[in-house]
RNA sequence: GCCCCUGUCGUCUAGUCAGGUCUAGGACAUCGCCCUUUCAAGGCGGCAACACGGGUUCAAAUCCCGUCGGGGGCGCCA
């Protein structure tokens, strides 16, 4: 071994190195994500490695697609690694179906040292046995049936064709304890644990095993999980210590669950990343709000950047207990990021959601995002998601007076208010230009007129204009339907010249109403 | 069934390791008030918790024991 080969490894030994090794089964739902993002904080914080290992050892379940979408996904969370199967790296590959081999070496290992052994038994017999065992009450554990089994004889059972998987021998008695950072010290009975599956018998590894050899290999140093995993850490360990890896660190992070204190599912709203975007939740939001599962900052700061949250967390100070996702405090977290944004960033974050909403053009010019940012401005500070935008923008884009709703008719039922109204759009359906100056002329030319001010004057005004009972401020509103008028649309905003006439004719339709 | 983890406002949590400074702090939600030509936003304020029962101690959210609740595991899934 040259000189520097050994000061690398001497080196790797002190780095710190995580990972996140999930499996490409489906979309990536936020307890996963979280876990994910409690490893990258720790590296990052640490300036240490993050590691992307796909655990696609499940060929049942395992799809290549589900991989790339597992990789964009928490790349829009923020996350980037340092070693991966997209980037690869000095301790690869990064994805277990690519490491057989190696499985096989070591299993092989095992069994030379006489720590493991071949299992013929079929999994419908283990299955049957497993039912009866519960059933009686008792505990379903692997009986050991194949142990005996000299291995001449198993070798010879193998030439002949059949099939077997290879199984490590766990002490009968005994107890394994290990230290969690998060929980302390926990200890288990070795009498209670079965012979764990090393190299299933098609020849794929298992989870408990692959794990092991992959964290040693890759030089992990902590290894940060869900609490799901504690029970499987005893075989883990077993597996280290039969093969003479020293283990790693373990945190068991808690689960996330769901309102009804059960597993998070579907049925609890989102849960998986692109949900979330298409919500229009920014991924700093989601960031900072999986970060706040399970943690919170010593000074109880809320609203925190990816830095301010490497810069902050500690594992030590990470719950033990369960967290349950809430999804108005996400939404409200989604709020403050979005009120960080520049007025900019805020255009383009909302543009394709109007544009979906076929409110806003395929071509956008700069008169378009001009407009875009004003309105964005406006509309911005009364949602929480951004895929609330395109109903506040109909504000702008609709004017249907045949649709009001049963608080503008009430005011319309009043004949003062009627008055107004129909006052307002005479005045203003012939005019040629209108802007803020000219509409507060107008509203004084009202006031004059009927007497009406404050609320009884404005409030059927903004219903001439509108065809609602409530919005935005007049005063925001005008410039922007002025401007939007002017521009080029999927779906023009109506003038308001349009919008008098409009509500003159449906006035004059409507006998019910007095006047 | 057995084993393991866990238990502070409805929710996320601070406080627990080093018992008194806790008539338990903050945030979300909720309720009320203010601001306001509407609705929001914003400002201010209110409601609201140490799971329960024993013990140790001058003193317990904090230490010990038990009970109960919640979660996870016991796979040729991960």
Same mark, same amino acid.
């Given at each position: 071994?040259?000189?520097?080969?050994?000061?690398?490894?001497?080196?790797?030994?002190?780095?710190?190195?995580?990972?996140?090794?999930?499996?490409?089964?489906?979309?990536?739902?936020?307890?996963?994500?979280?876990?994910?993002?409690?490893?990258?904080?720790?590296?990052?914080?640490?300036?240490?490695?993050?590691?992307?290992?796909?655990?696609?050892?499940?060929?049942?379940?395992?799809?290549?697609?589900?991989?790339?979408?597992?990789?964009?996904?928490?790349?829009?969370?923020?996350?980037?690694?340092?070693?991966?199967?997209?980037?690869?790296?000095?301790?690869?590959?990064?994805?277990?179906?690519?490491?057989?081999?190696?499985?096989?070496?070591?299993?092989?290992?095992?069994?030379?040292?006489?720590?493991?052994?071949?299992?013929?038994?079929?999994?419908?017999?283990?299955?049957?046995?497993?039912?009866?065992?519960?059933?009686?009450?008792?505990?379903?554990?692997?009986?050991?049936?194949?142990?005996?089994? =000299?291995? #001449?004889?198993?070798?010879?059972?193998?030439?002949?064709?059949?099939? *077997?998987?290879?199984? !490590? @021998?766990?002490? /009968?008695?005994?107890?394994?304890?290990?230290?969690?950072?998060?929980?302390?010290?926990?200890?288990?009975?070795?009498?209670?644990?079965?012979?764990?599956?090393?190299?299933?018998?098609?020849?794929?590894?298992?989870?408990?095993?692959?794990?092991?050899?992959?964290?040693?290999?890759?030089?992990?140093?902590?290894?940060?999980?869900?609490?799901?995993?504690?029970?499987?850490?005893?075989?883990?360990?077993?597996?280290?210590?039969?093969?003479?890896?020293?283990?790693?660190?373990?945190?068991?992070?808690?689960?996330?669950?769901?309102?009804?204190?059960?597993?998070?599912?579907?049925?609890?709203?989102?849960?998986?990343?692109?949900?979330?975007?298409?919500?229009?939740?920014?991924?700093?939001?989601?960031?900072?709000?999986?970060?706040?599962?399970?943690?919170? =900052?010593? #000074?109880?700061?809320?609203?925190?950047?990816?830095?301010?949250?490497? *810069?902050?967390?500690? !594992? @030590?100070?990470? /719950?033990?207990?369960?967290?349950?996702?809430?999804?108005?405090?996400?939404?409200?977290?989604?709020?403050?990021?979005?009120?960080?944004?520049?007025?900019?960033?805020?255009?383009?974050?909302?543009?394709?959601?109007?544009?979906?909403?076929?409110?806003?053009?395929?071509?956008?010019?700069?008169?378009?995002?001009?407009?875009?940012?004003?309105?964005?401005?406006?509309?911005?500070?009364?949602?929480?998601?951004?895929?609330?935008?395109?109903?506040?923008?109909?504000?702008?884009?609709?004017?249907?007076?045949?649709?009001?709703?049963?608080?503008?008719?009430?005011?319309?039922?009043?004949?003062?208010?009627?008055?107004?109204?129909?006052?307002?759009?005479?005045?203003?359906?012939?005019?040629?230009?209108?802007?803020?100056?000219?509409?507060?002329?107008?509203?004084?030319?009202?006031?004059?007129?009927?007497?009406?001010?404050?609320?009884?004057?404005?409030?059927?005004?903004?219903?001439?204009?509108?065809?609602?009972?409530?919005?935005?401020?007049?005063?925001?509103?005008?410039?922007?339907?002025?401007?939007?008028?002017?521009?080029?649309?999927?779906?023009?905003?109506?003038?308001?010249?349009?919008?008098?006439?409009?509500?003159?004719?449906?006035?004059?339709?409507?006998?019910?109403?007095?006047?």
């Amino acid at each position: 071994m040259t000189r520097r080969l050994s000061v690398f490894i001497m080196m790797s030994m002190n780095q710190i190195r995580v990972r996140f090794a999930p499996s490409p089964t489906g979309y990536i739902h936020v307890g996963n994500a979280r876990t994910a993002l409690f490893n990258w904080l720790f590296a990052r914080q640490k300036g240490g490695i993050f590691i992307l290992r796909v655990e696609d050892t499940d060929i049942e379940r395992s799809k290549e697609e589900y991989e790339k979408r597992l990789i964009d996904d928490l790349r829009w969370l923020g996350l980037d690694w340092d070693e991966g199967p997209d980037i690869g790296g000095a301790y690869g590959p990064y994805r277990q179906s690519e490491r057989l081999e190696i499985y096989a070496y070591y299993a092989q290992k095992l069994i030379q040292s006489g720590q493991a052994y071949y299992c013929f038994c079929s999994p419908e017999e283990l299955e049957k046995e497993r039912e009866e065992a519960l059933a009686k009450g008792l505990l379903p554990r692997y009986s050991g049936r194949c142990r005996h089994i =000299p291995l #001449e004889k198993a070798l010879s059972r193998l030439n002949s064709g059949e099939k *077997a998987a290879i199984r !490590l @021998k766990v002490p /009968s008695k005994g107890e394994l304890g290990f230290h969690d950072l998060i929980r302390g010290d926990l200890t288990f009975d070795l009498s209670l644990i079965g012979d764990p599956i090393l190299l299933r018998s098609n020849g794929l590894p298992a989870y408990n095993y692959a794990v092991v050899i992959d964290d040693h290999l890759m030089a992990i140093s902590h290894v940060i999980r869900g609490e799901d995993h504690i029970s499987n850490t005893p075989r883990q360990l077993l597996v280290y210590r039969s093969l003479g890896f020293d283990p790693p660190l373990f945190a068991h992070l808690s689960m996330v669950m769901g309102k009804d204190n059960t597993r998070l599912s579907k049925r609890h709203g989102a849960t998986s990343l692109d949900q979330f975007a298409q919500m229009g939740i920014l991924p700093e939001a989601l960031f900072n709000y999986l970060a706040f599962l399970g943690w919170a =900052p010593p #000074e109880g700061q809320e609203v925190l950047s990816r830095d301010e949250l490497i *810069a902050l967390f500690d !594992l @030590k100070k990470v /719950s033990r207990s369960a967290a349950i996702f809430d999804y108005e405090k996400l939404y409200w977290l989604n709020r403050q990021h979005l009120k960080r944004l520049t007025l900019s960033e805020k255009a383009k974050k909302a543009y394709p959601f109007l544009l979906e909403a076929g409110l806003l053009p395929k071509e956008m010019t700069s008169q378009h995002w001009s407009w875009l940012e004003k309105a964005v401005d406006n509309f911005l500070e009364t949602v929480n998601r951004l895929d609330e935008l395109p109903e506040r923008f109909r504000l702008l884009f609709d004017f249907s007076p045949e649709n009001m709703d049963k608080e503008a008719r009430e005011i319309l039922d009043k004949e003062s208010s009627l008055r107004i109204v129909k006052l307002f759009c005479e005045k203003i359906k012939t005019l040629t230009s209108f802007n803020l100056e000219v509409f507060n002329q107008v509203v004084n030319e009202i006031k004059k007129e009927t007497g009406a001010k404050g609320k009884e004057l404005y409030h059927p005004i903004r219903i001439a204009l509108t065809a609602r009972a409530s919005g935005l401020e007049l005063d925001r509103l005008i410039p922007l339907i002025e401007e939007g008028t002017k521009l080029t649309l999927p779906k023009p905003i109506p003038s308001w010249s349009e919008r008098a006439q409009k509500m003159l004719h449906f006035l004059d339709n409507r006998p019910f109403f007095k006047v």
